[in-house]
């Protein structure tokens, strides 16, 4: 039977559950076998490393010009990979969760920003599963389409009008704005009388609206920062702008309400027109994947930096090279321990929850509790390793001809961010307890 555009679900397999079939015989990656499964996620692997080395050449001028230069952009673009969690339906590759993941840690080696702004565009590009066939198509048919959007700076509102609504709002952290075709809004709705809606529990009803880049007034003065520079995340405004209602979509494009308890009936499921598993998933757990991917892809860059180093340098004073001295051996074993098992643990833990949600169409909710609790202590692990590392490479790290402190820099811009906020430990603990947690960012 017909499931979404130009899609046909095998019901006449009893294993064959969720099973997707498209127009050209193809399947969703998902439901491929496991060796088929394995070729695509190599080709994005192969494909994200060999970009790695252009990220890490481009390193120095993304953060000096805080945007992506133009020869790496239209690299990026040309392997797809803002289109990875856009709905195949559209061109996307509708990927995995779990090989996303690699990808995005992958790039992250070469340079933080840019994997930072990949995470963040295909957290957006989900909303597309939410939206018309036909807006979504305008809004991602194009091979430079670009989709991203910020948080709130200040009241932020949507008022009902015929044929769509007049939004008038400011927003700031938009990364990757610079290179973007449009962005998005995240609004509190008020009817065509001016009066706020309300949720029945009480609480802001919320959408976002999309809107072309061209249409909006960016500030790009306000993006001073000391690390991830190069992802250009300005803050935009529109006053009074009338946007058609084929653009206002779900709140941050996705249909469950991030603050809902365990067992609550998910909203907004009538406006999701994929079906595909990728669109069970809240960006909750894309940022929480993608944002802990590149603070383990600095890392990882860091690390390998200074292992360079310590076969070449001897410190100050000392009468061995830094690779001779034990606590360096042992520092540089810990630092290893502690990121590999970080990607193991996030790699399993993804897999396992793709899994479930594949034969149950469910992101279970301890399955949401471990990714919370993977991704924040694995950005707070690789924080470690960074500063380690700068530490042990003496004086040599304060020159900006080597990449230490760049990457130091760009590693306490992620570390501050919301998806490492340590709070989240208490979240996560209190569940552990038999406590009801807040499922703000579960």
């Excluded at 969760?97 to 994997?115: H, Y």
Aim: overall charge neutral; charged content about 20%.
């Amino acid at each position: 039977m017909i499931t979404a555009t130009g899609c046909v679900r095998d019901v006449s397999c009893p294993h064959s559950a969720g099973r997707v079939t498209y127009d050209d015989g193809s399947m969703n990656p998902k439901d491929m076998p496991p060796q088929a499964h394995s070729a695509i996620k190599q080709d994005w692997l192969a494909k994200a490393r060999a970009l790695a080395p252009l990220c890490n050449a481009a390193g120095p001028g993304i953060d000096a010009t805080k945007t992506l230069p133009a020869e790496l952009l239209n690299a990026l673009i040309e392997a797809n990979m803002f289109r990875m969690l856009l709905p195949r339906s559209l061109g996307g590759a509708e990927l995995d969760m779990p090989t996303f993941f690699q990808v995005v840690l992958a790039i992250a080696e070469g340079d933080a920003s840019v994997g930072w702004t990949v995470a963040q565009s295909n957290g957006c590009a989900m909303a597309a599963a939410y939206m018309d066939a036909q807006a979504a198509s305008e809004v991602f048919a194009a091979e430079r389409a670009v989709l991203s959007w910020g948080f709130p700076a200040g009241p932020c509102r949507a008022t009902a009008v015929e044929g769509g609504w007049r939004v008038t709002g400011s927003w700031g952290f938009g990364s990757g704005s610079r290179h973007s075709t449009w962005v998005g809004g995240h609004c509190q709705i008020f009817d065509a009388n001016g009066v706020a809606q309300t949720k029945p529990e009480g609480g802001p009803v919320e959408r976002t609206v999309l809107m072309p880049r061209a249409d909006v007034t960016i500030t790009d003065s306000a993006w001073n920062v000391i690390g991830l520079r190069g992802t250009g995340s300005d803050t935009y405004a529109v006053t009074d702008m009338f946007v058609p209602a084929k653009y206002c979509v779900v709140p941050r494009g996705v249909g469950r309400d991030q603050q809902l308890p365990e067992d609550a009936v998910l909203p907004n499921e009538a406006e999701r027109r994929e079906q595909g598993t990728l669109y069970r998933f809240s960006p909750t757990l894309i940022y929480q994947a993608g944002f802990s991917a590149v603070a383990l892809g600095i890392a990882r860059a860091m690390l390998k930096s200074f292992i360079e180093l310590a076969s070449k340098k001897t410190p100050g004073g000392g009468p061995v090279l830094l690779r001779d001295n034990a606590v360096i051996q042992e520092h540089v074993a810990v630092s290893t321990a502690r990121l590999d098992a970080m990607v193991a643990w996030l790699s399993s833990s993804l897999k396992t929850t793709w899994d479930s949600t594949v034969a149950t169409g469910v992101h279970a909710f301890d399955h949401r509790i471990t990714m919370r609790l993977a991704s924040t202590y694995a950005v707070r692990e690789a924080a470690r390793v960074v500063e380690d590392v700068y530490t042990d490479a003496g004086a040599t790290a304060i020159f900006e001809v080597h990449p230490f402190e760049r990457r130091l820099r760009d590693m306490h811009a992620v570390s501050q961010q919301v998806q490492s906020n340590p709070q989240h430990f208490q979240t996560v603990g209190q569940h552990y307890l038999g406590l009801q947690p807040s499922t703000r960012f579960i």
